[in-house]
């Protein structure tokens, strides 16, 4: 049966440190950020799963987006230095004039900006 020793980290505790290591390797990627004003209300959304369409508040639209999705925001997760990130589920347009979205089974973390404490910042 073979042996295996662990082999501890070096250590970083220091920038200079960090730097004494080189360039990272495989470094993950990120998508570049999206955002977009928003304006919450309160909308009639079509829920397949019961057939019925209810009037639901703190539904967050896209104001200066051609993206005709919005958001039902249904829990916060966390608070932010910034704003909050919530969590929430994901609306498309629905055609029937009753109802002005359906929900669908997708959910999305948000984060929520708060731009007077961004513009607050030095």
């Known amino acids: 049966m073979a042996t295996f020793t662990s082999v501890p980290p070096p250590d970083l505790s220091t920038f200079e440190d ?3 290591h080189g360039q990272a390797t495989n470094p993950r990627t990120f998508e570049p950020i999206r955002y977009s004003r928003g304006e919450r209300s309160e909308v009639r959304i079509y829920r397949e799963s019961t057939g019925q369409i209810e009037l639901y508040p703190n ?3 896209r104001v200066d987006s051609p993206s005709p999705r919005a958001f039902y925001i249904y829990k916060k997760l966390k608070r932010a230095i910034y704003g909050k990130v919530t969590l929430a589920i994901i609306l498309e347009p629905y055609q ?3 109802a002005d979205d359906a929900m669908t089974d997708d959910d999305r973390g ?3 900006w708060k731009f007077t404490k961004v513009r607050a910042t030095p």
Do not use: F, N, R
């Open 18 to 20: 960090l730097l004494s």
């Open 59 to 61: 539904v967050l639209k």
């Open 96 to 98: 029937p004039s009753q």
């Open 110 to 112: 948000e984060m929520i």
